[in-house]
């Protein structure tokens, strides 16, 4: 058997994106109780743009942080629960109730090049005595060099372990190995993986994370997530299980928790369409999505227009309101 590997199932955060963050407390209870019964290492709850990110900018959430979380704590008994804390989003008033309500794990997120912002938050996290998990979002914007001096800013400020985001789907095999490689050789803290799946890459990128060191990586049931989703949690429970790795999952329990209570549940299948597509190709943000959708709508043009405009300008999370500026835009010129 190989190195064992933490899985965290984010179905509950970055799956919040697909369902337009309207996922109801029974959803909540009846998915955290089948991760934690599969056997999961962590269960990630929050708002799709992490704590406090219920908002009109990122999408209003059915429930509050604390409600979900509640409900959460209440059936879950063996995993960790985890929280998603974007600096200027979240503060320490909402780790102080994630905490409240169970929560052991912080995953504190930033854009690829602003790691220098999370050194309050992850001090914070590490004071209340939470496992820091970090995110590098949008890690195909930089190359691998650039990466490694951002992970090591957060590695000291007291990271366990520093992810490369690839928030975007936009990463093939090779840019993975780069950039997971080389903090893998360079950081003495460990390594996470994160990918979507907007070019159909997503379990093949966390694979070869994986083979390059990563020792925590991240799915969800049914891929159910931004954009064109996620690596399933339950593709990549067997595929690692295949491969001699240890993860401590029930593969039958979790492809039930998957078939049975996620799938039914899903607002429209989670499939790599056009749009989808595009992102990857682009390299736009997966959560962009749903916005792009609705503007593209409303003002008449391609969404894959918009979206190749957004990756043109690099737009990151926390820009969706570049959204509709570009989609008005290119309803302009269409009229001209």
Request: one cysteine or more.
């Amino acid at each position: 058997m190989k190195n064992k590997i933490r899985i965290v199932d984010t179905t509950l955060r970055d799956g919040s994106h697909a369902v337009k963050h309207e996922f109801t407390l029974e959803d909540v209870s009846k998915i955290a109780s089948a991760l934690d019964r599969a056997g999961v290492y962590a269960i990630e709850v929050s708002h799709g743009d992490g704590l406090a990110g219920s908002s009109i900018q990122y999408g209003w959430a059915k429930y509050s942080d604390e409600e979900r979380l509640s409900e959460a704590q209440k059936v879950v008994k063996n995993s960790s629960i985890t929280v998603l804390l974007l600096p200027g989003i979240g503060t320490r008033e909402e780790l102080k109730i994630a905490i409240k309500c169970g929560a052991k794990v912080a995953r504190i997120a930033t854009h690829v090049t602003e790691a220098d912002i999370s050194e309050q938050h992850i001090n914070m996290a590490k004071e209340m005595g939470l496992e820091v998990m970090t995110f590098l979002m949008l890690a195909h914007m930089e190359g691998p060099s650039k990466v490694l001096e951002q992970a090591k800013l957060m590695e000291s400020y007291g990271a366990d372990v520093v992810y490369v985001v690839d928030s975007a789907g936009a990463m093939v095999p090779e840019d993975v190995r780069a950039r997971v490689g080389l903090l893998k050789e360079k950081l003495k803290v460990e390594v996470g993986f994160h990918g979507h799946n907007n070019l159909g890459l997503a379990i093949g990128n966390t694979i070869a994370a994986v083979q390059e060191g990563a020792a925590v990586v991240d799915g969800t049931l049914a891929g159910l997530g931004a954009g064109a989703g996620n690596a399933q949690t339950e593709v990549l429970a067997a595929v690692l299980d295949k491969m001699g790795y240890e993860t401590g999952v029930d593969l039958y329990k979790i492809m039930d928790a998957a078939e049975d209570i996620v799938r039914p549940r899903m607002l429209r299948p989670q499939i790599i369409d056009k749009s989808s597509l595009i992102m990857g190709y682009a390299g736009v943000y997966s959560s962009f999505l749903l916005h792009t959708y609705r503007a593209a709508e409303k003002f008449d043009v391609d969404p894959r227009d918009v979206l190749i405009v957004l990756g043109r300008r690099r737009v990151v999370g926390g820009q969706e309101d570049m959204i509709i500026d570009v989609a008005h835009e290119l309803s302009g010129k269409k009229k001209r």
